[in-house]
């Protein structure tokens, strides 16, 4: 080969080789902030539904946008470190999950970068949001009815054992929405003059712990990050000392458990993504409403 021919080649490879790290650096760069483990298969059940939402507004990951996971394992107090850390890889958006612990930690870590959450519970009561119909800012995302609904889940409890005088109410105390838990699942007790003891727990063996302590008759599961993750557990623990009990998301029923009622969490993280697709399309959070 002559010495032209392999200068000219050379040169072609290079030129491609910067084409391809320059396109390379502008893909976008989505960050997923999780209260949740690491799931064994990170292309499985929870995320597939974000996927899916991006997918439809024509963002694949690889192809034309990048995924930074973030998983906290359970651990609320890593939350905001973990949202530091995508802030200072100056990712172009933050998708939350699990809860108003990580939407918080985001929001609290920047006011610039693009932030979309998912299962909150009054959003606008912690300051994520000015407004549902106009949020303002950088956040937006998809509330779940969650505290609303505990009068509802007590209603159907009673219909199922209505001879049921004591119920219990499982929570986590570290999750934000403890506390309205536990007082609006009490206005649905005293409604239907039934007595409701409150079952704490922050583990998997407090778990355990708890359900072996209760003497209620039937139990209502709380929603939380912890709780989803373990149901399998819970469900197990129930039949096993025959406590007929209510859940707050449909996976519960899935994988074995009575009734649930609550958010459809695969229908809300689709529409997640999809809110993250129009942002990254120019869409801004201030204009784009919390359903």
């Given at each position: 080969m002559k010495r032209r021919e392999f200068m000219l080649m050379l040169s072609a490879a290079m030129a491609a080789a910067r084409g391809l790290?320059?396109?390379q650096t502008v893909l976008p760069v989505v960050g997923q902030l999780s209260v949740f483990s690491r799931p064994a298969n990170p292309g499985g059940l929870l995320l597939a539904p974000i996927r899916q939402g991006m997918a439809e507004m024509g963002f694949v990951e690889s192809q034309n946008m990048i995924w930074e996971y973030r998983w906290a394992e359970l651990q609320y107090e890593r939350l905001p470190a973990l949202a530091a850390d995508l802030?200072?890889?100056?990712?172009?958006?933050?998708?939350?999950?699990?809860?108003?612990?990580?939407?918080?930690?985001?929001?609290?870590?920047?006011?610039?970068?693009?932030?979309?959450?998912?299962?909150?519970?009054?959003?606008?009561?912690?300051?994520?949001?000015?407004?549902?119909?106009?949020p303002g800012g950088n956040?937006?995302?998809?509330?779940?009815?969650?505290v609303e609904l505990d009068p509802k889940r007590v209603e159907l409890l009673y219909e199922l054992v209505p001879q049921v005088a004591v119920i219990?109410?499982?929570?986590?105390?570290?999750?934000?929405?403890?506390?309205?838990?536990?007082?609006?699942?009490?206005?649905?007790?005293?409604?239907?003059?039934?007595?409701?003891?409150?079952?704490?727990?922050?583990?998997?063996?407090?778990?355990?712990?708890?359900?072996?302590?209760?003497q209620a008759g039937a139990l209502l599961v709380a929603p939380d990050a912890l709780f989803n993750t373990r149901?399998?557990?819970?469900?197990?623990?129930?039949?096993?000392?025959?406590?007929?009990?209510?859940?707050?998301?449909?996976?519960?029923?899935?994988?074995?458990?009575?009734?649930?009622?609550?958010?459809?969490?695969?229908?809300?993280?689709?529409?997640?993504?999809?809110?993250?697709?129009?942002?990254?399309?120019?869409?801004?959070?201030?204009?784009?409403?919390?359903?």
């Amino acid at each position: 080969m002559k010495r032209r021919e392999f200068m000219l080649m050379l040169s072609a490879a290079m030129a491609a080789a910067r084409g391809l790290r320059a396109q390379q650096t502008v893909l976008p760069v989505v960050g997923q902030l999780s209260v949740f483990s690491r799931p064994a298969n990170p292309g499985g059940l929870l995320l597939a539904p974000i996927r899916q939402g991006m997918a439809e507004m024509g963002f694949v990951e690889s192809q034309n946008m990048i995924w930074e996971y973030r998983w906290a394992e359970l651990q609320y107090e890593r939350l905001p470190a973990l949202a530091a850390d995508l802030v200072s890889r100056n990712v172009d958006l933050i998708v939350t999950r699990g809860g108003t612990t990580p939407a918080l930690a985001a929001k609290n870590a920047t006011s610039t970068i693009p932030i979309v959450f998912t299962d909150v519970g009054d959003p606008v009561g912690f300051g994520l949001v000015a407004s549902l119909a106009r949020p303002g800012g950088n956040v937006t995302g998809f509330s779940a009815l969650t505290v609303e609904l505990d009068p509802k889940r007590v209603e159907l409890l009673y219909e199922l054992v209505p001879q049921v005088a004591v119920i219990a109410l499982l929570v986590n105390p570290r999750n934000q929405l403890a506390e309205r838990h536990i007082i609006a699942t009490e206005q649905g007790a005293r409604a239907k003059g039934i007595k409701l003891t409150v079952l704490k727990a922050t583990t998997e063996a407090e778990i355990d712990t708890a359900l072996e302590q209760s003497q209620a008759g039937a139990l209502l599961v709380a929603p939380d990050a912890l709780f989803n993750t373990r149901r399998e557990q819970l469900v197990a623990l129930a039949a096993r000392h025959a406590v007929p009990a209510i859940y707050s998301y449909p996976e519960f029923v899935v994988a074995g458990g009575l009734i649930s009622y609550g958010t459809d969490t695969d229908a809300l993280y689709r529409q997640a993504g999809i809110y993250a697709g129009r942002i990254l399309k120019g869409e801004k959070p201030a204009d784009l409403p919390v359903p």
